[in-house]
C-alpha cells in the first residue's frame, strides 16, 4: 500500500476559473491535494527556503495560468469540469430612424424613418461532441450582436444573427439569483433560448397619422435580456456504481468496459466521473458511471464531499460495491449503512433507488463463514447480492446481465 503524504502548508487562490495551491510540500507521486481533499489544477514550488506564507505575487499567479494553459493545449488533456457560472446577454434592439424623404420634385415627402433591427438571442444547444463544461473556464462571458439601426428612405436595420452556445448533454441550467431552472438539456441538438434579443425600435415613420402629418421622434431599440448562470452537468448513464474508496469500483469498469480510469493502491484514486460503455451482446449494451469513493460525513465536506453524486442521479440503478475481504479494518455492513446514509442527506430520491449488492475482493476473505454471513444480511434486507472479484472478473458477467435487466425494466 502507498502511503499518501499530504503537504503541511497550503494557500489556495481562485483565478480566471482556476484553482492554483501554493505548496512547499509534495507527495512522493507529485499528486498534490489541499486540505479539502481537490486534486488543484496547478501547484506553484516556492523556492527553498521561503515561506509559503508569504505574499504571492500577481505576476507568479499569472504566469502559473499561463503555464497551466501551454501544459493542457499541448498534452490534449481533456479536463472534466462539471460546474460553470457564465453571463450571458443578448443583442439589443437597433435604434428607429428618424428622418424625412428628400427626393427632388417631391414636396412634402414625409417621414420615411425605418425601423431598428432585431437583437441577437442567445441560444443554448446540447452537443453530443461535448463531454465537460471546460470551455467555460476560459470564456465566461457571452453577448449576443445589436441588431442594425434603421435608415432613411425606409429602410430597416439589419436583425442580428443568433449567438449559439453548445453544451454538453446533460447540461442543467439555472438562473443563479433565483436557483430556478431554465432548462435540462439532454438529447443532441435540443435547445434553448435562454436570452432573448431586444425588439427593434419603431422609426418616425411609423408615427404618421391624420393628426400628426411629420412626426419627428424615433423610438430606441429595446435592451436584451441579461443572465448569470449557473451551468450543471449531470452525466447520461444507465447505471452508477457506488462505494467507499478503494473497494474496486474502477476496477470493475476497466474490467467491463474499454474506459480506463486510474487505478492505484491509494484512497481517492478516481477524483472525477469515468463513464464506460458496457456490451453485453451486439443489440444489448448500457452505460456505466464510476463516481469518486464516498466516505462518512460526505454530506459536511468529508473526502471529496458528495457533489459528485448528481451524476447518478439520472441512473436506473445503482451497483453499491462492497469490500468484503475487509483487509482495511472496515465492516462492509458499517460501510454499506453510512454510504446509504449519505445519499439520504444528499437526496431521498436517490436514496429510493434500486440498489445491487457487489461482494468485491472474495479472493481475500480467508475466512469460510464471512462471505455466506454477509451475503445473508443483505439478502435477509431485500438486496440482490453478487459476489464478484473486479481483479479477475468473477461474477462480473452475472453482475451486468441483472444490471442490463434493471435498465430494461425500469
Known amino acids: 500500500m502507498v502511503k499518501v503524504q499530504f503537504k503541511v502548508y497550503i494557500q489556495i487562490f481562485e483565478q480566471e476559473g482556476i484553482k492554483i495551491t501554493i505548496a512547499k510540500y509534495h507527495t512522493p507521486n507529485d499528486r ?32 502559473a495560468i499561463e ?15 462539471d460546474r460553470a457560472r457564465v453571463f450571458v446577454k443578448a443583442g439589443d434592439g437597433g435604434d428607429g430612424m428618424s428622418s424625412f424623404r428628400r427626393e427632388k420634385y417631391v414636396p412634402n415627402g414625409g417621414p420615411s424613418g425605418g425601423d431598428g433591427g432585431q437583437g441577437a438571442d442567445v441560444i443554448l444547444k446540447a452537443d453530443k461532441n461535448i463531454n465537460t463544461l471546460v470551455d467555460f473556464r476560459y470564456k465566461r ?11 432613411s428612405a425606409n429602410k430597416h436595420g439589419r436583425g442580428a444573427d443568433d449567438l449559439i452556445i453548445p453544451v454538453p448533454l446533460g447540461t442543467v441550467v439555472k438562473d443563479e439569483e433565483s436557483g430556478k431552472v431554465f432548462c435540462d438539456l439532454v438529447h443532441d ?93 451486439s443489440d444489448r449494451s448500457f452505460v456505466l458511471a464510476d463516481i469518486p469513493g464516498l466516505i462518512e460525513g460526505a ?30 479494518g472496515r465492516d462492509p455492513k458499517v460501510d454499506f449503512d453510512a454510504i446509504n446514509e449519505e445519499l439520504r442527506k444528499y437526496s431521498e430520491k436517490l436514496a429510493g433507488k434500486k440498489q445491487i449488492v457487489a461482494l468485491n475482493k472474495i479472493d481475500l476473505v480467508f475466512d469460510e463463514d464471512t462471505i455466506p454471513n454477509t451475503k445473508a444480511y443483505f439478502e435477509d434486507k431485500g438486496y440482490e447480492v453478487f459476489l464478484i472479484n473486479a481483479l479477475s ?18
Not at 503555464?67 to 469540469?81: G, P
Request: aromatic share 8%.
Open 32 to 63: 498534490v491535494i489541499d486540505g479539502t481533499g481537490i486534486q488543484p489544477d496547478i501547484v506553484l514550488e516556492l523556492p527553498k527556503g521561503s515561506s509559503p506564507s508569504g505574499n504571492i505575487t500577481d505576476i507568479q499567479i499569472q504566469k
Open 67 to 81: 503555464l497551466f494553459k501551454n501544459s493542457f493545449a499541448e498534452k490534449d488533456v481533456i479536463m472534466f469540469i
Open 141 to 151: 462571458q457571452f453577448k449576443a450582436p445589436k441588431g442594425g439601426n434603421g435608415e
Open 189 to 281: 441538438g435540443d435547445t434553448f433560448v435562454i436570452a432573448k434579443g431586444g425588439r427593434g425600435g419603431r422609426g418616425n415613420a411609423r408615427f404618421l397619422s391624420s393628426s400628426n402629418r411629420a412626426p419627428t421622434f424615433a423610438e430606441k431599440g429595446e435592451p436584451g435580456e441579461e443572465h448569470w448562470l449557473q451551468l450543471e452537468l449531470k452525466v447520461l448513464a444507465d447505471v452508477g456504481l457506488l462505494g467507499y474508496p478503494s473497494v474496486g469500483k474502477s476496477s470493475i469498469l476497466r474490467k467491463v468496459s474499454k474506459a480506463q480510469p486510474e487505478v492505484a493502491a491509494y484512497h481517492f484514486t478516481t477524483l472525477t466521473p469515468v463513464l464506460g460503455v458496457v456490451t453485453i451482446s
Open 299 to 328: 454530506s459536511e465536506g468529508v473526502g471529496l464531499g458528495h457533489n459528485f453524486l448528481r451524476h447518478v442521479e439520472r441512473t436506473n440503478i445503482l451497483i453499491h460495491v462492497l469490500d468484503v475481504s475487509g483487509m482495511e
Open 393 to 410: 472478473g468473477e461474477g462480473l458477467p452475472e453482475l451486468m446481465e441483472r444490471a442490463y435487466y434493471y435498465v430494461e425494466k425500469l
